[in-house]
C-alpha cells in the first residue's frame, strides 16, 4: 500500500499540473521519495460531476512515476480521444483519480478472472483493450458483460472471448481519488 502522504501529493501534483497547463503559473515537483523511480503501471482518470472526463495510462510500467504521472495526467486531460481537450473553466469541477497498478499476470482461462478485483487485458493480436478494475463494477456488469464491452473496445465481435487465442492478463489496482 502507498503511503497516504505521497497519494495526496500525487492528487495535488496533478491538480496543480492541469492548472499550469490550462492558466500557466508554477509547474508542480514530487518529493525526491525513491517510490518515484519505480516503474509501474498508471492510469490518471479525471471525472466531471461524476462522469469519465478522461482516462490514459500505461498498462505496465516503463517509466519512472514521476515521469509517468504528468505524463497520463497530460493525456487523460487533452489527448483521451473520446473527449475535447480539458478547458480551464471546467477544473474546479473535475475530480482526479490515480490507478496504481499490479504487474500483469496472465491467466488460463477468463474464468479465473475476478470482477471487481482484477483489472483485465483482453488480447487477441492485433487487436487488444483494457478495463481497470473498478470498470465493471462501476458499470453493473458481470464477468460475460465486462468481456463482451471487452471485445467491443478491441474492435472484436462481443463473442471473442470464447476463441482460444484469445488471451487474458489480470493485474490488480491501488485506486484513490480527491473524492471521498
Known amino acids: ?6 497519494k495526496k501529493e500525487m492528487l495535488a501534483a496533478v491538480r496543480q499540473y492541469l492548472r499550469h497547463r490550462l492558466q500557466g503559473g508554477e509547474s508542480p515537483e514530487l518529493s525526491d521519495d525513491p517510490f518515484y523511480r519505480e516503474e509501474r503501471g498508471l492510469f490518471v482518470t479525471l471525472h466531471k460531476h461524476g462522469e469519465l472526463r478522461g482516462c490514459i495510462g500505461y498498462i505496465e510500467g516503463i517509466k519512472p512515476l514521476s515521469e509517468a504521472l504528468f505524463e497520463m495526467a497530460g493525456s487523460a486531460a487533452f489527448r483521451d480521444p473520446r473527449f475535447t481537450p480539458l478547458e480551464a473553466e471546467e477544473l474546479p469541477e473535475i475530480d482526479i483519480e490515480i490507478s496504481l497498478l499490479s504487474p500483469l499476470k496472465r491467466v ?17 493480436p492485433p487487436y487488444q483493450s483494457v478495463f ?11 464477468l460475460p458483460e465486462t468481456l463482451q464491452h471487452l471485445c467491443l473496445k478491441a474492435g472484436l465481435p462481443v463473442d471473442a472471448y470464447l476463441r482460444s487465442e484469445c488471451e487474458f492478463y489480470v493485474f490488480t489496482a491501488e485506486i484513490f481519488s480527491e473524492s471521498p
Open 132 to 142: 481497470l478494475p473498478q470498470v465493471a463494477p462501476e458499470q453493473g456488469w458481470d
Open 108 to 124: 488460463d482461462s477468463y474464468r479465473d478472472i475476478r470482477i471487481g478485483k482484477h483489472g483485465i487485458v483482453l488480447k487477441m
Open 1 to 6: 500500500m502507498t503511503d497516504k502522504k505521497l
